[in-house]
C-alpha cells in the first residue's frame, strides 16, 4: 500500500503537484495553488469479494411517472427545458450581486405555494437573513424549508429526517457549494478537494431522494465557476447568470443541459421587488434603435437578427472608426469575439478594398449582451462600413449572416425566425445571404435583400475609402487604378 502524502492542488483546474510552485502548469494561473492534507490510502485493486450483477435494459425503456416541476417563472423553466427533472443536479454560478440567491429564492418560494416541500441550506448567511430578503420581496408566507448549515454530515442528516416524516422534498438549494465541508477531509472549505467530494456526496443524495438539487458556485476573475472542473462534469446542467451592475437586466444561460437544449437564455430585470421576467428581450437590447423612425439615424449601428437557443433575439451593434495616433491602432471590442473582429476586418481589406489600418476601431454590442453566433459578422461588417464612411444604414433594417474568409456571405440556420421577430418589431428590410433561398419562405412586410459577397452590401465603399484620409485610410492598388 503506497504511502499516503501532502499534496499541493490547484484550485482553478485541479491540477496536483509534489511540491508548490508559484504558477500552475496546466492552467496558467498564479498564485492559486495550495496545500492539502492527503486522503486515507486505499489499496490498489478490488478484494475478492464479489461484485452484485447489473441489470441492463433497452434504449427504449422509459421511466415511469416521470414528471417535470414547473418552477412557475417562465424565464427560468425554458433555461432548464421545461422544468425541473427528478433527481437532477443543477450548478448555477455568477458574479457576486448579480441575483443568484435572490433567483433560486423565488423559484422556491413558487414551487412551495403549490404544496411542494423545498429546502433552502444557506452556508453563507443566517435563517433571519434569509427571512429579511424573503420579506423584502414579498415572499415571506411562502411555506419554504430554511436552514443554515455548513456541515456536509449535518445536511444530509436534516435532507433524510425530512425525508422520514413524509413526502420527500422535490427541490433541495445548497448555497454555496464552496462553503460546504466534509469533516473527514482536512483541506479548508472551498478547495477542490472539498468541492469535489461535497458536491458528489450531495448528487448521490438527489439521485437517491429524487430530489433535484440546486448548488450555487462562486466564480472566478475570468468568470469561471470556481474549483474543479469535475464538479461540472458531474451535475446534469450548468448555468450562467450574466449582467452589468450598470444594467438592470440579468441573463440566465444554459451551457450544459442533459435535459434540454443548449444556449438556450433566460431575461430577467432587477427591480427593487426581485428579479422579474423581461416579455420582450428584443425591445430591451435594441433600446432606441426600434424607434429609429422618430430620431436622427446615426452611423456606425446595425441591428442584428440573432438567435440564442431556440429564442430570435434582435440586438443592436455598435461600432467607432477613428483616427488613430498610434503607431499599432485599438482594437476594442465588448460583447463579441475579438479575433472575430480581427477576421472581418482583414477580409473588408483584402475583398473590399477598405483600408482599418491607420484606425483605431472600437466595437460594442449594445445593452451588454455577448453575442457568440457567426451570423454576427454581416451585421458587424455593416457597423463598421457604416462608421468608416460616416453613413447611416438603410433605415429599418436588421443584418445576418456569415462572413467566409473569400468574402463570401453564408447561410446561417433559422433564417424564417430571425424574420419574423424583425417583423413583429416593425423592421421592414432585412440584409440575408443569398444562398439556401429556395427553403426561406418570405414575410409579409419584410423585403429580403439576398447577398452573395460582402462587397454587395456597400457598392460605394471603395470611393467612400478614398474619402476618409481624414481617418488615415488610404486606397488601394484597386482604387488607384480606378
Same mark, same amino acid.
Given at each position: 500500500m503506497a504511502r499516503a502524502?501532502?499534496?499541493?492542488?490547484?484550485?482553478?483546474?485541479?491540477?496536483?503537484?509534489?511540491?508548490?510552485?508559484?504558477?500552475?502548469?496546466?492552467?496558467?494561473?498564479?498564485?492559486?495553488?495550495? =496545500? /492539502? %492534507?492527503?486522503?486515507?490510502?486505499?489499496?490498489?485493486?478490488?478484494?475478492? #469479494?464479489?461484485?452484485? *450483477?447489473?441489470?441492463?435494459? &433497452?434504449?427504449?425503456?422509459?421511466?415511469?411517472?416521470?414528471?417535470?416541476?414547473?418552477?412557475?417563472?417562465?424565464?427560468?423553466?425554458?433555461?432548464?427545458?421545461?422544468?425541473?427533472?427528478?433527481?437532477?443536479?443543477?450548478?448555477?454560478?455568477?458574479?457576486?450581486?448579480?441575483?443568484?440567491?435572490?433567483?433560486?429564492?423565488?423559484?422556491?418560494?413558487?414551487?412551495?405555494?403549490?404544496?411542494?416541500?423545498?429546502?433552502?441550506?444557506?452556508? =453563507? /448567511? %443566517?435563517?433571519?437573513?434569509?427571512?429579511?430578503?424573503?420579506?423584502?420581496? #414579498?415572499?415571506?408566507? *411562502?411555506?419554504?424549508?430554511? &436552514?443554515?448549515?455548513?456541515?456536509?454530515?449535518?445536511?444530509?442528516?436534516?435532507?433524510?429526517?425530512?425525508?422520514?416524516?413524509?413526502?420527500?422534498?422535490?427541490?433541495?438549494?445548497?448555497?454555496?457549494?464552496?462553503?460546504?465541508?466534509?469533516?473527514?477531509?482536512?483541506?479548508?472549505?472551498?478547495?477542490?478537494?472539498?468541492?469535489?467530494?461535497?458536491?458528489?456526496?450531495?448528487?448521490?443524495?438527489?439521485?437517491?431522494?429524487?430530489?433535484?438539487v440546486f448548488l450555487v458556485g462562486h466564480v472566478t476573475k475570468d468568470g469561471q465557476i470556481a474549483g474543479p472542473r469535475v464538479v461540472e462534469h458531474m451535475v446534469d446542467t450548468v448555468l450562467y447568470f450574466e449582467g452589468e451592475r450598470g444594467h438592470q437586466f440579468r441573463i440566465l444561460r444554459a451551457v450544459k443541459n442533459r435535459f434540454g437544449a443548449t444556449d438556450e437564455i433566460g431575461v430577467f430585470s432587477m427591480t427593487d421587488g426581485g428579479l422579474s421576467e423581461v416579455a420582450n428581450p428584443s425591445a430591451l437590447f435594441l433600446g432606441g434603435a426600434e424607434n429609429a423612425d422618430k430620431t436622427q439615424p446615426m452611423s456606425g449601428a446595425a441591428v442584428l437578427a440573432g438567435m440564442e437557443g431556440t429564442r430570435p433575439l434582435l440586438v443592436e451593434i455598435q461600432a467607432l472608426v477613428a483616427p488613430s495616433p498610434l503607431a499599432t491602432p485599438r482594437r476594442t471590442v465588448v460583447g463579441w469575439d475579438s479575433g472575430r473582429l480581427a477576421m472581418v476586418l482583414a477580409v473588408l481589406d483584402a475583398r473590399c478594398g477598405l483600408r482599418f489600418a491607420g484606425c483605431d476601431v472600437y466595437l460594442n454590442v449594445a445593452g451588454g449582451l455577448r453575442v457568440v453566433e457567426p451570423a454576427a459578422d454581416l451585421a458587424v461588417a455593416a457597423a463598421l462600413l457604416s462608421a468608416l464612411a460616416d453613413s447611416p444604414v438603410p433605415e429599418r433594417s436588421v443584418f445576418f449572416g456569415e462572413v467566409s474568409l473569400a468574402g463570401e456571405v453564408r447561410p446561417v440556420s433559422q433564417a424564417e425566425a430571425r424574420l419574423k421577430e424583425a417583423a413583429k418589431l416593425g423592421f421592414q428590410q432585412a440584409i440575408m445571404p443569398v444562398a439556401g433561398k429556395s427553403k426561406v419562405k418570405g414575410i409579409k412586410g419584410v423585403e429580403l435583400i439576398r447577398l452573395g459577397e460582402l462587397v454587395e452590401l456597400f457598392p460605394d465603399a471603395r470611393r467612400a475609402s478614398q474619402r476618409l484620409g481624414r481617418h488615415g485610410g488610404r486606397s488601394g492598388p484597386a482604387d488607384d487604378e480606378e
Open positions: 502524502s501532502d499534496s499541493f492542488v490547484c484550485q482553478d483546474c485541479g491540477a496536483v503537484y509534489r511540491k508548490w510552485q508559484g504558477r500552475c502548469d496546466a492552467c496558467g494561473a498564479w498564485n492559486r495553488i495550495q =496545500e /492539502e %492534507a492527503a486522503a486515507a490510502p486505499v489499496p490498489k485493486g478490488l478484494s475478492s #469479494g464479489k461484485g452484485k *450483477a447489473l441489470h441492463f435494459s &433497452a434504449l427504449d425503456a422509459q421511466p415511469e411517472n416521470v414528471t417535470r416541476t414547473i418552477t412557475g417563472i417562465n424565464e427560468f423553466d425554458r433555461v432548464l427545458g421545461g422544468g425541473l427533472v427528478p433527481g437532477s443536479a443543477i450548478l448555477i454560478g455568477g458574479d457576486p450581486g448579480i441575483g443568484k440567491s435572490t433567483l433560486l429564492l423565488q423559484a422556491t418560494a413558487a414551487i412551495a405555494r403549490r404544496g411542494v416541500t423545498t429546502l433552502y441550506i444557506s452556508g =453563507e /448567511e %443566517a435563517v433571519g437573513q434569509i427571512g429579511m430578503r424573503a420579506q423584502r420581496l #414579498g415572499l415571506a408566507d *411562502a411555506p419554504v424549508k430554511l &436552514a443554515s448549515a455548513n456541515s456536509l454530515r449535518d445536511i444530509l442528516a436534516g435532507i433524510d429526517s425530512v425525508t422520514g416524516k413524509g413526502a420527500g422534498p422535490a427541490v433541495i438549494v445548497i448555497d454555496s457549494i464552496q462553503t460546504i465541508f466534509a469533516d473527514n477531509i482536512d483541506s479548508a472549505p472551498g478547495t477542490v478537494t472539498q468541492v469535489r467530494t461535497c458536491a458528489q456526496e450531495l448528487i448521490r443524495a438527489a439521485k437517491r431522494s429524487s430530489a433535484a
